[in-house]
C-alpha cells in the first residue's frame, strides 16, 4: 500500500491576533508557544494537553466568538487530525471557519488557511470532492491576497497536487508540484522542510509511475533536508525512509530497504 506523506504539509497555523495586553493572554500565547513547537516535533499526546489548555482559557478569556479562540481550535483539531481523531476535529475545524468568516470576512489569508485544513481532514478521511472544493477555494484567496509567489500559494498548490495524486491523476498533480516547488524554493530557500516535501512527493510520483531512477534523487534530497532541518529521529523522517522502503523493495535493492525499514520502525517506536 503505498504510504503518503501529505500529513506532514501542513504546518499548524496560529493565526496573528491583537487583543488588549491581560495576563491571560500571556498564559494563552506560552501555551500555544509550546504547544506549536511539540507539534512540530511529533510530541503529539504532550502536545494535545497544552493545545487543550490553551483554548480552556481562550474561552474564558475572550469569549466563544474571538479570534484567539478560532485559532485555538484549529491547532486542536490539526492535532486530533494528526492522530486520527476525525470526529473530534471536524467540529472544531468548522467551528473555528465560521469564526474566522464571520470576523474577517470570507476571503481574508486567515480563511484561506482554516479551509486548508479543514480541506486536509477530508482528505485523510477520503472526502476528496470536499476537499477539491475546499482546496481550490483556499488557492484562490491566497492567489489574491498574498500574490502567486507566496509561500501560502505554494502549499494550496502542492495540497491540491497531493489530493490529485492520491487519485491517480499524476498528469493534473505533476504541474502542481513542480510550480510548488518553485515557488517554495524561492520563497524559503532550498533547505527548507516544506522543500523537501515538494521532492518527497515527487518522488512518489515518480516511484507510482514506475520512474524509479527519477524517483531516488528526489527521496534522497527530501531525507537529508529533513535530517538536518528537523533532526534525525523526527517523523517526518521516517515518513521519507518509510517511502523509500517501498521503493527499495520494487527495484530490488532489499538491504537498503532493510536497513531504513528498520531505521523508520526505531523512529516511530518512540513516539
Request: glycine share 6%; net charge positive.
Amino acid at each position: 500500500m503505498r504510504r503518503s506523506a501529505y500529513i506532514f504539509l501542513v504546518a499548524v497555523s496560529v493565526l496573528s491576533c491583537t487583543v488588549s495586553t491581560f495576563a491571560q493572554e500571556k498564559l494563552w500565547k506560552e501555551l500555544t508557544t509550546k504547544f506549536s513547537m511539540l507539534y512540530q516535533q511529533g510530541r503529539y499526546s504532550e502536545a494535545a494537553k497544552l493545545a487543550e489548555e490553551a483554548l480552556t482559557v481562550a474561552k474564558k478569556t475572550f469569549g466563544p466568538s474571538h479570534l484567539i479562540v478560532a485559532t485555538s481550535q484549529n491547532n486542536l483539531a490539526e492535532l486530533y487530525r494528526a492522530q486520527g481523531k476525525y470526529s473530534e476535529a471536524e467540529p472544531l475545524f468548522m467551528g473555528a471557519l465560521a469564526i474566522l468568516e464571520k470576523v474577517l470576512g470570507k476571503n481574508h489569508p486567515h480563511v484561506a488557511t482554516s479551509l486548508n485544513n479543514l480541506a486536509l481532514l477530508y482528505y485523510s478521511q477520503g472526502r476528496y470532492a470536499e476537499a477539491e472544493h475546499l482546496y481550490k477555494r483556499s488557492l484562490k484567496i491566497r492567489e489574491k491576497a498574498l500574490g502567486s509567489e507566496h509561500p501560502q500559494v505554494g502549499q494550496s498548490l502542492n495540497n491540491l497536487a497531493a489530493l490529485y495524486d492520491s487519485q491517480g491523476k499524476y498528469a493534473q498533480a505533476e504541474p502542481l508540484y513542480e510550480q510548488s516547488l518553485t515557488i517554495w524554493e524561492k520563497a524559503l530557500g532550498k533547505s527548507h522542510p516544506q522543500v523537501a516535501a515538494s521532492l518527497n512527493n515527487l518522488a512518489e510520483l515518480c516511484r507510482a509511475q514506475g520512474k524509479y531512477s527519477e524517483a531516488e534523487p528526489l527521496f534522497m534530497g527530501a531525507l537529508a533536508i529533513l535530517e538536518k532541518a528537523l533532526g534525525p529521529e523526527h517523523p517526518h523522517v521516517a515518513t521519507v525512509c518509510e517511502n523509500m522502503v517501498e521503493l527499495y523493495k520494487e527495484i530490488g535493492k532489499k538491504d537498503e530497504a532493510g536497513r531504513l525499514e528498520e531505521r523508520a520502525r526505531k523512529i516511530r517506536s518512540k513516539r
